[in-house]
């Protein structure tokens, strides 16, 4: 038996992925600090100094999430009849940041090795690598398959968006859509 997933109206959705992946950067931002406070007890000179092994990934993820923010909210104002970029602009436009995207996160990559070798602090690395890995799921979800969370009856689904991520049969994302159109012409 299929399952029936919940759906909202579509002017209500695109207000709560707007809305929603901008608490996120503010939250996973504060999380950051926060935990970095405590577990570090940066008090006196080197409060709140940034650990740029851990801190780095954490800028590209808030930067794709920001993205993917404008994004919903330029759709929830053509739904609204507001001005808006058509699909073609959007798609110009994200076909450059999905690249601008590919760029900052491969840079990680050496950052991360440089900092193995020098057996930087282990938790800066662990955080680091989590939040990288977090920056690249919010890049597949965004600029490739749809892995959106899902829920049925109030419980959220996980394994379903990870089968449809390594089988690869995800749908694609709405905003690949975009910049399919646009490279098409």
């Not at 809305?19 to 999380?31: I, K, S």
């Not at 001005?83 to 996160?105: D, H, M, Q, T």
């Not at 799921?137 to 965004?142: G, L, V």
């Not at 959106?148 to 709405?174: A, C, D, W």
Request: aromatic fraction near 14%; avoid cysteine.
């Amino acid at each position: 038996m299929a399952t029936q997933l919940k759906k909202r109206p579509i002017e209500k959705e695109l207000k709560f992925l707007a809305d929603f992946e901008l608490y996120g950067v503010l939250m996973f931002a504060g999380m950051y600090f926060a935990t970095k406070f405590i577990i570090d007890m940066d008090v006196g000179k080197n409060a709140f100094k940034l650990n740029w092994i851990s801190f780095y990934p954490l800028l590209v993820f808030s930067v794709i999430v920001i993205e993917g923010s404008f994004y919903w909210r330029n759709k929830l104002r053509m739904v609204r009849r507001k001005a808006a970029l058509s699909n073609f602009e959007i798609g110009r436009i994200y076909s450059k940041l999905r690249w601008l995207n590919v760029i900052l996160l491969t840079a990680y990559l050496p950052i991360l090795m440089i900092a193995v070798l020098e057996k930087e602090d282990l938790s800066g690395i662990i955080v680091g690598v989590l939040l990288y890995f977090i920056a690249v799921i919010e890049q597949i979800n965004y600029f490739h398959i749809r892995l959106s969370y899902q829920t049925v009856n109030g419980r959220l689904l996980v394994i379903e968006p990870l089968k449809k991520l390594f089988t690869g049969t995800g749908k694609r994302s709405q905003l690949r859509k975009d910049i399919d159109t646009y490279l098409k012409g």
